[in-house]
């Protein structure tokens, strides 16, 4: 019976798995067809659900010959869009956006979000908001009510490496929570963003704190750069689920 259970045990984490791509594929092959047109300039985000969407983007342009550009919103955005032969753009030529496609780590059900995860925030709230709209493409497991109820890994914040201890203390006595310098997987260092900044995760913070006041008064810190919240910015949002059906929000 041990040799059963433990072969159900794995093979329900096998199901799960799959279910859990085939839901970030369905909720980004959604978003794409409903959400870009040709002529569009299109932001992309990053992370894991991102490379379905231009896997989707791509199929369109070659079966649909729509023509869009992208903007990225990280070093792995611009590698998905060069890989894909995609036309690549940035703000400097391309300021303005029809829409910008990303995922996110936790939506909460006034579609406030926590991002960064991959530690891509900065870029991706830059782009975001070069956008008419920006829409969220997600798996089962990143919808909440409240942010923090789902998603354990914390808030990230982009600091200046030469304030991260600073921020850390002032952070902890203000508000409460634990917050840590995120490490490189091999422990060697600390992860460096793409703008050359330090990463710190919040966690265990009071699930009840008023996101917009809280994230207005960060950024206000000398030090901080941005931070994973974004309050207000996103204007819908797609749910791929377990039974392969999609839900929205908006
Ligand atoms: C990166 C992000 C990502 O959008 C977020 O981490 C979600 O990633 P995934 O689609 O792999 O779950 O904010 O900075």
Known sequence: SNYFSTKYYY?????DKMS???AKKLAAYRAVDEHVESGYTVGIGSG??????????????TEENIKVKCVPTSFQARQLIINHKLALTDLEISPHLNVCIDGADEVDSNLNLIKGGGGC??????????AEQLIIIADYTKHSCLLGEQYKKG??????????????????KKYKG???LRMAVNKAGPVVTDNGNFILDWKDFDQSLNWKTVNDDLVSWPGIVDTGLFIGMASKAYFGLK????????
Request: glycine share 2%; net charge negative.
């Open 178 to 180: 634990d917050v840590a």
């Open 20 to 22: 859990l791509e085939e």
């Open 243 to 250: 039974d392969g059906s999609v839900k929205t929000q908006s």
């Open 48 to 61: 894991s659900t991102v490379i379905y969407a231009v896997d989707r983007l791509a199929q369109r342009v």
């Open 121 to 130: 925030l900065l870029q991706e709230k830059i782009v975001a908001s070069c």
């Open 11 to 15: 093979l329900s984490i096998a199901r």
């Open 155 to 172: 808030i990230p914040i982009e600091v200046s490496p030469l304030a991260y201890v600073p921020i850390k203390l002032k952070l902890e």
